[in-house]
């Protein structure tokens, strides 16, 4: 039968609409793969070529070369050398116990070693390179290339370790590197992707740590394209990083060498510096030891005698030992009571060998006392006396308050390890630390250097630049970074009457220079070249009454440990000066005896450049110092004997 036609017409329509909706459809849905098909292969490209790759290129860091440390004559104390090492990244390496195994039958590896290296290589991330053996020698690295298709994912590398041409005489100022720690991770708040690379070595201790920052530089990387098993086939591209700061101090290796040499055989430390911008010329402890030897990985047996040495090699003295300064902080006591103007410098106070506070006695050195002795002879004669009853006068805050005005009690910004502030006490001080008030008898003992008066090396050199100079003399170890010079240290005026200061140097300068100083015996006697000085005694037990009654015993037949601190503490020359120098040696004895020679000698290698000539000294001892520098040339490198410069 025959459909009308109004019914085709509709069918027609319905039809058309159906199909330009499909056609529409189809397409939106061509155009959209269209889109998507041109995002992919022209604006993605680049993403997706890289995913792909990820199988087959490798990213590895390059580490950068480490600055260099140099003394202030160019002289090399921290340099770069090169090393091979053995290196596996467990994603390329398979089954790594078969591995190292092979690599074993290869390479003579010990068993620690090779247990060590697989405990890192299944720690850390399959992507990571751990070095299996380092400081390998040529033949090692070459039997690894030769075996290399067995041994997959074990490659040797050509790397820089750190080496100290100067061995023990800087290892306190230099310091030393290790590899980082998990400790280190925690306590550096550090993103720096260099740090995660196992065994990547970062400062220690010294200058490599307190400016391991600008040292360490910054990564590069390479691309490196492998095989399907793991096998690196070539080198794609390399960006080098940007090399460490090179680091150039204020130290003249020359007389670190000498100043070491000098302290042989004592627990001592000196510190020498330069007046004229408050660079540390020396800064030297004893006994010391070999930084290299922890950066190679230190023995059990090389640490155990390190850690045990009650001499405490490790301990950087000049910077972190705290000792009670003795009669070198008379000084102190005696200009703040001038400054108060509670005495007159021709002022007299009678010494019977003891004083009486509230009915506790306190003595003088000198048993039989010294007379009637004014401020001069109290210096040079070393009068304990006399600055018992000044500092009752003049009372511990002004006291206090003058010896941080001369760096005492202050932590000085030196790079070096755990710093001290030492202590100038004070009622505060007392009542924070202690819960205690301050007394009297406090006051009397700090006037000595002595009860809660501590002071270290560095300080006390400080202390003696500023008196010699009357100036804000501060220290100063970095000369350049890179070359750029670092601000001096010499400082603006102390603000001090300048009358007062000549007073305190004029009898600095007898304590050395007349006959009945205590430190006459170790002056200088060439003229343009004397020194001015101090000596300090500090005691580290209590003398009781019962053993000053029967006689107190010598530091001869005590223990070392219970022996009195030495002391000394100088400045030269006495017309002009041009260096001032501090000397602790621990459990000396007296100061006078002890450290006085030690800082005349020290004292005399510098303003010379080398080594001074006999007639220096005085005649009774040109026949001991000669044996003396005949031993110190066979301990001194060549070249570094006579000042020379590199």
């Not at 800064?283 to 290299?292: G, V």
């Not at 003229?527 to 003398?543: E, F, N, P």
């Amino acid at each position: 039968m025959r459909r009308p036609e109004r019914h085709t017409e509709a069918a027609g329509r319905t039809v058309t609409r159906r199909a330009l909706v499909v056609g529409a459809s189809q397409l939106a849905m061509i155009g959209a793969l269209g889109w998507r098909m041109q995002s992919m292969q022209v604006e993605q490209a680049e993403d997706y070529r890289l995913l792909a790759e990820e199988n087959r290129v490798n990213i590895r860091l390059l580490p950068p070369a480490r600055g260099n440390i140099f003394d202030v004559n160019g002289v090399p104390l921290a340099v770069n050398e090169q090393n091979y090492r053995i290196v596996m990244v467990r994603e390329d390496a398979g089954d790594v116990d078969a591995t190292l195994a092979r690599l074993q039958q290869i390479v003579d590896i010990d068993d620690e070693t090779i247990a060590s290296a697989r405990e890192e290589v299944m720690r850390l991330s399959p992507f990571v390179p751990v070095t299996i053996a380092d400081r390998v020698s040529w033949e090692d690295i070459s039997r690894v290339t030769v075996n290399a298709p067995a041994l997959p994912g074990i490659t040797a590398e050509v790397g820089l370790s750190r080496f100290y041409p100067r061995g023990s005489d800087t290892a306190h100022v230099v310091g030393y590197v290790g590899p980082v720690s998990d400790y280190d991770l925690a306590q550096i708040d550090d993103q720096d992707p260099l740090l995660q690379i196992p065994k990547f070595q970062i400062g220690k201790t010294g200058v490599e740590n307190k400016l391991e920052q600008q040292l360490r530089g910054s990564a590069g990387n390479r691309r490196i394209e492998v095989n399907a098993l793991g096998r690196v086939m070539r080198e794609l591209d390399r960006h080098e990083g940007e090399p460490g700061a090179d680091i150039q101090l204020t130290i003249d290796s020359a007389l670190q060498s000498y100043t070491e040499a000098r302290l042989e055989g004592e627990s001592a430390s000196v510190v020498v510096i330069d007046l004229a911008n408050g660079d540390l010329r020396a800064i030297a402890s004893a006994p010391t030891f070999d930084p290299n030897l922890f950066v190679r990985g230190i023995s059990v047996a090389d640490w155990t005698g390190l850690n045990e040495n009650i001499y405490r090699p490790l301990s950087a003295k000049t910077v972190q030992g705290a000792y009670p300064p003795g009669s070198t902080f008379k000084m102190m006591t005696a200009l703040a009571a001038l400054e108060a103007g509670v005495i007159d410098a021709e002022e007299t106070v009678y010494c019977p060998g003891y004083h009486d506070v509230g009915g506790t006695r306190f003595h003088c050195w000198r048993r039989g006392g010294h007379g009637n002795i004014n401020l001069h002879e109290s210096l040079k004669q070393s009068c304990d006396v006399y600055y018992y009853d000044v500092a009752q006068r003049v009372g511990i805050e002004a006291m206090a308050a003058m010896a941080r005005k001369f760096g005492l009690g202050e932590r000085h910004d030196v790079p070096m390890s755990a710093v001290s502030a030492g202590i100038v006490p004070d009622r505060a001080w007392k009542a924070e630390s202690r819960g205690e008030d301050w007394r009297i008898g406090d006051t009397v003992n700090a006037s000595i250097g002595q009860g809660y008066v501590l002071t270290s090396p560095i300080q006390l050199a400080i202390m003696t630049a500023r008196i010699a100079t009357g100036r804000i003399v501060t220290p100063r170890l970095i000369h350049t970074i890179d070359g750029v010079e670092q601000p001096s240290g010499l400082g603006e005026s102390l603000g001090l009457n300048e009358n007062l200061m000549r007073r305190i140097r004029a009898s600095m300068s007898d304590v050395v220079n007349h006959q009945r100083g205590t430190g006459y015996g170790a002056r200088i006697v060439m003229d343009g070249y004397r020194m001015a000085g101090k000596s300090g005694t500090s005691q580290v037990r209590r003398i009781t009454a019962e053993e000053r009654a029967r006689g107190v015993i010598s530091n001869a037949d005590l223990p070392w440990e219970r022996r009195d601190h030495a002391l000394w503490v100088n400045f030269a020359p006495v017309e002009a000066p041009r260096y001032a120098v501090s000397v602790v040696v621990e459990h000396g004895g007296g100061g006078s005896s002890a450290a006085a020679p030690i800082g005349r000698d020290v004292t005399l290698q510098a303003m010379f450049g080398g080594e001074p000539p006999l007639e220096a000294y005085p005649s009774n001892v040109r026949g001991t110092i000669e044996a003396q520098q005949a031993r110190i040339r066979d301990f001194v490198p060549p070249g570094m004997r006579t000042g020379e410069r590199a």
